[in-house]
């Protein structure tokens, strides 16, 4: 089925009322045109264009050119359909969490009448990670390891600088992940600072997005700590909002979805490192068993 051109085909107004006409049995090209109150030379041409779709066929019959439905294309197309709206509304999905966004959107824009609305406001964070205390820090310090998590499902990170010590600098820039060419405008921008670095158990840090004319939207303080385990490490993140602007309504709206989502991908991160790490030791364990033979 070549989608495109159906849907071309259908989306005329005149094909439609033919497609319905059809859909009752079997008619002569004069009796479409009667029918759908259309002169005949338009009605064949709108019926030629139905059939090149491939979803009417024709056949002469005596002095008479009799048109039918083919329903198989049409059950194509609403089965392709029926898959597009079921990945659209799959549970967890991409717009789900627009909904839930726009949610909560509405009900933050709506508290923002006044500077410091949201001071005070916190969000606590935790995940178990499958990885040492030690690994889990560098992938919240160091730049390169930063950009694979450091940004929720539908971003990119584009920009980036962490400094890993006491009144170091950050910046954090991100763009549509589709955006690969810089195309769109900067989705975001944030800058801040360090307050405290111990290796391996505790990072502190102060984070403020930029509203588009470059000053600050709120400034986020996130604290976050590691914890070993025998499983890999405990991360637990409190993160408090101060100096919140009355235009900071849409970024405060999208921190428990949003930073929660980036944390997800520094597990789901972890996880593949560790599971490849498995597979390459089981490698050379298998070729150095080889070898010995």
Do not use: C
């Not at 002469?60 to 990945?87: E, H, M």
């Not at 933050?108 to 410091?116: F, H």
């Not at 609305?117 to 889990?136: K, Q």
């Amino acid at each position: 089925m070549d989608a495109d051109a159906l849907l071309t085909a259908l989306a005329d107004p005149a094909r439609w009322r033919l497609v319905h006409l059809l859909a009752e049995r079997p008619r002569p090209v004069g009796v479409l045109a009667q029918l759908a109150g259309a002169r005949q030379p338009q009605t064949t041409k709108h019926l030629q264009t139905l059939e090149r779709a491939g979803v009417v066929t024709s056949q002469r019959t005596g002095r008479r050119r009799v048109y039918a439905l083919r329903s198989a294309p049409l059950r194509d197309l609403a089965a392709a359909l029926d898959r597009l709206a079921g990945s659209a509304d799959r549970p967890g999905g991409a717009n789900e969490t627009h909904d839930r966004y726009g949610a909560g959107l509405e009900a933050e824009r709506l508290a923002a009448e006044q500077p410091g609305w949201a001071d005070g406001r916190s969000f606590t964070f935790r995940r178990s990670l499958a990885a040492r205390p030690d690994l889990v820090w560098r992938h919240l310090t160091e730049a390169p390891l930063l950009t694979r998590w450091w940004t929720p499902d539908d971003l990119r990170v584009s920009e980036l600088i962490f400094e890993a010590r006491p009144g170091g600098r950050i910046v954090q820039e991100y763009r549509d992940v589709e955006d690969t060419q810089g195309l769109d405008p900067v989705a975001g921008r944030a800058e801040g600072t360090v307050d405290d670095v111990r290796p391996g158990e505790r990072l502190a840090y102060r984070l403020s997005p930029l509203l588009p004319d470059g000053s600050l939207a709120f400034t986020a303080h996130l604290d976050l700590g590691l914890r070993p385990t025998d499983a890999g490490t405990d991360l637990d993140v409190r993160y408090r909002i101060t100096d919140s602007t009355v235009d900071s309504a849409d970024f405060v709206a999208g921190i428990e979805i949003g930073f929660g989502q980036s944390l997800d991908k520094l597990a789901a991160t972890l996880t593949d490192e560790a599971h490849d790490t498995d597979t390459g030791a089981n490698a050379d364990t298998d070729t150095d068993t080889r070898s010995t033979k």
